[in-house]
């Protein structure tokens, strides 16, 4: 890690409106196409950067209904996207969300090494198992992987993708024109790799990048997702309502990572996802606030949305003012169960009816970043002085929202010195103070001559 410890900042795009924003695209501001066009991705790239971001954050899924928020139902592919706006930016991070479910992990680790490469160092994968169980059904099977076969896939593709972008060593790529000779060959290392999940020879025909390995990020907020971001994840991307409950999760993650990993815990960096709301007075970005949510979540979205955590079961069949229908949660067995749980405990605890479980969940959201930019600037430094996060993932919804955090936020975090006035670095890695990976076979090599 850096020797001064530093917000850090991921802008995350919501496109034409994701899970409970169903209409943003009204916006005028917003193109009805934004989810496809890389003109519209590139004009926030570039507002992220020169608002000294760490990293823009690609979130995607490959699964949808008629009911699936506008930015899931036509979007671009992440790591074709990031590597168009790797072209037209120079220093923000970018990361881009692949599956280790339905992905083949050396056509995947190519991908992402070119990504670093074109970027020059700038990439980083989120690392998902996919929680749309019906993804399944696009890659030839009946059903989703149970959770332990996704963690266990997942681990050890990790494992796998590190590995294969140590195939080369850095100074294996000779090219000397007066001896003729292109590649030492004795630095380039065949995998054999034959694991419980994947079978794969290797080498990857890709030298490594400017930081090594693409900085792994993950999500999962399941017992088996913590203890998989705990020990492979570098950032960790997560959401919580409060201090205290940021809190709990950032000393149980780093607290995995020490005691069950071996693993520095300054070299995981936590960042919720956050919705930030600016005003002129904290009042009127109140008011903004309560605005844009009932605009942008109605409730018949979120009714229609609802059912995406149990495996997209269709919710809109029950009487809405009778009691929740917790027997639904055998169908989140293999999307996303964790949130299916929360929710369906909430509502039993509370003899919630389904209407008001829906309702709930639609005002889950109500931030505590809204007000003015001194309000917003306080209630960050707030979070990340107690040890809640090491930064944040801000969300991108309305795009003059997005132009005051930048414009008003981020000079206040600057002038406060919390956050840097200008790039330091060159790499993601670089820009989050985390480590370099050594070429595991120069290590070898090093370790070997000095035995």
């Not at 220093?91 to 190519?110: C, E, K, Y």
């Not at 050890?156 to 195939?167: G, H, I, N, P």
Request: proline share 5%.
């Amino acid at each position: 890690m850096a020797s001064k410890r530093e917000i850090h900042l991921g802008a995350v795009p919501y496109g034409t409106g994701g899970p409970g924003s169903h209409t943003l695209w009204l916006d005028p501001e917003i193109p009805g196409d934004a989810s496809v066009d890389v003109a519209w991705f590139t004009e926030i790239a570039q507002l992220a950067e020169r608002g000294r971001f760490d990293l823009l954050f690609i979130v995607d899924s490959q699964f949808i209904t008629p009911y699936s928020p506008p930015h899931y139902l036509n979007r671009l592919e992440p790591l074709t996207l990031l590597s168009a706006l790797a072209t037209q930016t120079s220093r923000i991070g970018l990361v881009g969300t692949a599956t280790t479910s339905f992905n083949s992990p050396f056509n995947l680790v190519r991908r992402l090494g070119s990504l670093d490469l074109i970027s020059r160092g700038r990439a980083g994968w989120n690392v998902v198992t996919t929680g749309d169980a019906g993804t399944a059904t696009n890659y030839g099977l009946e059903e989703h992987y149970d959770y332990d076969t996704r963690y266990g896939r997942a681990q050890e593709f990790v494992e796998l993708a590190r590995a294969l972008w140590d195939s080369y060593e850095d100074d294996a790529f000779v090219r000397d024109r007066e001896s003729g000779v292109f590649l030492d060959r004795s630095k380039q290392h065949v995998l054999n790799h034959e694991g419980e999940h994947f079978k794969v020879r290797g080498p990857l025909n890709l030298q490594r990048s400017a930081q090594g390995h693409p900085v792994v990020f993950q999500a999962g907020d399941s017992d088996q997702g913590r203890d998989l971001g705990a020990s492979v994840g570098e950032g960790i991307f997560t959401h919580a309502p409060d201090i205290p409950a940021g809190q709990a999760f950032y000393d149980d993650i780093k607290t995995r990572a020490r005691d069950r990993f071996g693993r520095n815990p300054d070299h995981l960096v936590v960042m919720p996802g956050i919705k930030v709301v600016v005003g002129d007075t904290d009042e009127e970005a109140r008011e903004i606030e309560a605005f844009n949510n009932d605009r942008d979540h109605t409730f018949s979205a979120a009714l229609a949305e609802f059912g995406r955590a149990f495996g997209w079961h269709d919710f809109t069949q029950y009487d809405l003012d009778a009691p929740f229908p917790a027997q639904t949660l055998e169908h989140g067995r293999r999307s996303f169960f964790t949130q299916a749980k929360a929710v369906t405990d909430r509502a039993v605890e509370n003899g919630w009816t389904l209407r008001q479980t829906v309702e709930a969940t639609r005002y889950f959201r109500k931030s505590e970043f809204v007000g003015s930019p001194t309000t917003v600037a306080d209630k960050l430094i707030e979070w990340w002085d107690a040890r809640a996060c090491d930064g944040f993932n801000v969300g991108v919804d309305h795009p003059a929202n997005f132009r005051r955090f930048v414009d008003d936020v981020v000079p206040i975090l600057q002038e406060r010195g919390v956050f840097r006035a200008d790039y330091e670095a060159t790499t993601l890695r670089g820009h989050l103070g985390l480590p370099h990976p050594v070429n595991r076979h120069a290590a070898a090599r090093a370790a070997g001559e000095t035995a």
